[in-house]
């Protein structure tokens, strides 16, 4: 009779092995020629995308266990760490918070009237930035506002008796007023912000 050959596990691992690498090395064939079919372009962007998101990995798969090479300790240190930069977050976001709602408690304060004048007066006034109004001289509604009010300020000047005695001299005096005005209003902006 003939000797009946066992099969063992260790053989039967080793045909699944041998399997799976053929099936792996077919699939990497396909997908080797679908990237030479497409264009250049849609693989440049592929491998952008590929690098991106392995870069970009939450910080969980950094900790996973069961690696190679990682012990359970390593493991531990790293969230003890993470955990340790998470608090120190918080404790930022708390003293801003604490800083917001005590300046609400004062404004909920002024409009209720339990802070009377005396109180005001020692308290940092919460600053608002002002809206600037004027026209953008950008657009074309701004630059048309723009050239309406210029021709109305020329007009006025026009009319002035200083004009009508000396022209040139009127016009500086109005061109020096505007450029005062407009450094004034500079320099509020800058105390503003």
């Known amino acids: 009779m003939a000797i009946k050959k066992r099969t063992s596990l260790r053989s039967k691992a080793r045909k699944r092995n041998v399997a799976d690498k053929v099936q792996g090395h077919s699939r990497i064939a396909k997908k080797e020629r679908e990237i030479k079919s497409k264009d250049a372009l849609l693989l440049k962007l592929k491998i952008q995308k590929g690098a991106k998101s392995s870069a ?4 969980s798969k950094n900790l996973d266990p069961h690696q190679p090479g990682i012990s359970k300790s390593a493991v531990r240190r790293r969230k003890r760490k993470l955990k340790e930069q998470l608090t120190a977050k918080l404790s930022d976001l708390k003293s801003v918070l604490d800083e917001t709602v005590e300046a609400e408690k004062i404004q909920k304060g002024i409009i209720s009237g339990d802070i009377t004048a005396g109180e005001k007066e020692g308290l940092e006034a919460v600053s ?4 600037d109004h004027r026209p953008n001289p950008t657009t074309v509604r701004g630059s048309a506002l723009v050239e309406k009010s210029e021709i109305r300020r020329f007009k006025a000047i026009l009319k002035e008796e200083n004009f009508k005695k000396s022209p040139f001299a009127s016009l500086r005096t109005s061109i020096m007023n505007n450029i005062s005005r407009s450094e004034n209003e500079g320099k509020r902006k800058s105390y503003e912000l």
């Open 128 to 131: 608002r930035r002002k809206l």
């Open 56 to 59: 970009v990995q939450p910080k």
